[in-house]
């Protein structure tokens, strides 16, 4: 990061805090086939996707967030990152390539950009399900942290979504680490990142 | 409107005063140990005890020896609850009671004897932010310790029915603290009239500088030293005395008894003028705090459909300073445990801002902030998924 005492975040951050690009505005009237939410006003975020793709390419998409500076400008920066996309390698975009377009965020704000992918998949698996293609890309760049099950972060993140809220609940929906139990901790982070997004 | 420079976080720290700040500078050159016998050293001393009178008169204390100087409100309220932890050791009573709504540096001590088990309560405060009397009385026994209860607010500014509260303790037999970090300077506080056992002191946050504060202990309360060394403070607190901090804590308590009055009308003044400003700018914004008992420098505002740290970022674009009570700026996932004492819900006290002025606040400064405010909320409802 540049002089954070210049700003609290980089020069990028503040750029797209203070001149945020394709917000969604409904006089403009957006024309989209795709939307997507998530997280929770309680935390102090959230953050939804409108997209117009076209032959699974992303054309345009526009936003909407409820957040801090660093949530609003990722958002920001993921809207221009996706236009012209296809969907798959939209739907791969981790959060830490938002966070190095933007220049670097403090730690505490990465869990901000963690959210605009999430809405930006939830809005590509609404096209998707739309289209009778529901769960298309479930797996795609998904990260196996159960290797004995072959259960991925996205298993977990699906599992918090229909109602595991700790490790039992999570257990009883995937029987993650039931065999050697070497994930749990890393597993247990995951889970808590997922309840306090879907769930808190 | 030009841009402008407006501190409003007086809660958080005030400027040290020009007039302070000159004579702890010429103070700088007594270098003595004021626990010192020699002639320099005396001299150093009786400035201190100077410094002593001045703080025991802001509170009305007519005894100085009760002003006990620390390093600040945080030592002096732990010092409080470390006597507890002594007292409650060897005694029988070992009840704590407190609130929900206090500073983070009492809800911590509380809980640590509550991990060294200690039976602590915390009471509820109402949607002004008042400590629920009639809980306060089911929660006093005979078994109660401490009742310590915060005299007014930091973050919403509602200031406390001393006299009620300290009825009810003192009927109980506990000892009565009360943190009046934010009160001290701001309204008239009388350790008498309160009937407190301890009370919390902090300089800073009347214009003089950081790192030093008070307690003051009544006759006959007892007190175990946090920190333990020499004769400093009678064995209450030891160290080399702080010269100039203490000179600056007893000037700046002349200046504010001083003013005090003045300080009330004028600084009120343009708390309603912020308030009812703020109120027309920006629909569907609403105070938070108690709407009469309330510090007179000190307006919490929520504003629906926005979250705080982008409030406070955008108002710092324009050089406004202010805080929030949004968790995004705390570092922790949970909003501000006062606002969600008073029952706003999470999403009103993301998108809280506390306003708090200080005898350099002008009309002008207020009138920036009003035409500011409008289209900052605006700007953030227009990009946010929260309708309100």
Not at chain 2, 206 to 220: A, D, E
Not at chain 2, 366 to 381: E, Q
Request: hydrophobic share 40%.
């Amino acid at each position: 990061m540049s002089d954070a005492f210049a700003w609290l975040y980089s020069d990028v951050v503040k750029e797209h805090f203070t001149n945020p690009k394709n917000v969604f505005d409904p006089a403009e009237g957006f024309v989209y086939n795709a939307e997507g939410m998530t997280g929770n006003i309680k935390c102090g975020d959230q953050m939804m996707f409108r997209l117009r793709i076209e032959g699974d390419v992303i054309v345009d998409a526009r936003w909407k967030t409820y957040g801090c500076a660093s949530a609003i400008a990722s958002t920001s920066m993921l809207s221009e990152v996706i236009k012209g996309l296809g969907i798959k390698d939209a739907y791969n975009i981790k959060p830490d390539d938002i966070v190095k377009r933007l220049g670097g965020l403090p730690d505490n704000k990465i869990h901000c950009s963690v959210l605009g992918d999430k809405a930006l998949r939830a809005a590509i698996d609404d096209y998707l399900e739309k289209n009778g293609r529901s769960g298309e890309f479930r797996n795609e760049g998904a990260r196996i942290i159960c290797s004995c099950l072959n259960i991925s972060d996205r298993d977990i993140e699906e599992a918090v979504k229909q109602g595991a809220r700790d490790w039992a609940g999570l257990q009883d929906r995937t029987k993650i680490g039931t065999v050697c139990g070497g994930c749990k901790e890393s597993a247990e982070e995951l889970l808590h990142e997922y309840v306090h997004i879907f769930a808190e | 409107m030009e841009q402008r420079f407006v501190y409003m976080d007086y809660n958080a720290t005030t400027p040290l005063r020009p007039e302070v700040k000159a004579e702890m500078i010429a103070d700088l050159e007594v270098y003595a140990n004021a626990s010192s016998m020699h002639e320099a050293g005396r001299r150093a001393r009786s400035r201190i005890e100077q410094s002593r009178a001045s703080v025991a008169r802001l509170i009305g204390a007519t005894d100085p020896e009760r002003v006990i100087f620390t390093s600040g409100g945080s030592e002096s309220n732990n010092t409080v609850f470390a006597t507890m932890f002594h007292l409650g050791r060897k005694g029988p009573r070992r009840g704590i009671v407190t609130t929900k709504i206090e500073h983070p540096c009492v809800l911590n001590a509380a809980k640590w004897l509550a991990d060294e088990g200690f039976p602590v309560t915390f009471v509820d405060v109402d949607e002004y932010g008042r400590i629920r009397l009639d809980q306060l009385e089911k929660a006093v026994g005979p078994d109660t310790l401490l009742v310590s209860v915060m005299a007014a607010n930091n973050e919403i500014g509602t200031v406390q029915d001393m006299v009620a509260v300290s009825r009810i303790a003192k009927a109980s037999g506990a000892f009565f603290h009360s943190d009046a970090t934010q009160s001290v300077g701001k309204i008239h506080v009388d350790v008498n009239e309160w009937g407190v056992d301890y009370m919390t002191m902090s300089c800073h946050k009347l214009y003089g500088p950081k790192g030093i504060g008070g307690l003051y202990v009544k006759t006959g309360a007892p007190l175990e030293p946090l920190i333990r060394g020499g004769h400093q403070e009678h064995g209450f607190r030891a160290g080399t005395y702080n010269n100039q901090g203490i000179l600056g804590f007893g000037l700046a308590a002349d200046l504010a008894r001083e003013e005090l009055d003045e300080y009330i009308v004028r600084i009120g003044g343009l708390r309603a003028r912020l308030r009812d400003g703020i109120l027309a700018a920006v629909p569907k914004s609403r105070v938070n705090g108690h709407p009469e008992h309330v510090l007179p420098n000190t307006l919490n505002v929520s504003f629906p459909g926005a979250e705080g740290e982008a409030i406070l970022l955008s108002m710092d674009i324009e050089g406004i300073r202010v805080s929030t009570g949004s968790a995004c700026a705390s570092g922790s996932l949970e909003p501000s445990h006062v606002l969600l004492a008073t029952g706003v819900g999470p999403e009103l006290a993301h998108g809280s801002i506390r306003f708090s002025l200080g005898r350099d606040s002008t009309e002008a400064d207020v009138d920036y902030v009003i035409s500011k405010i409008g289209p900052i909320i605006a700007r953030l409802r227009k990009m946010s998924t929260v309708s309100y």
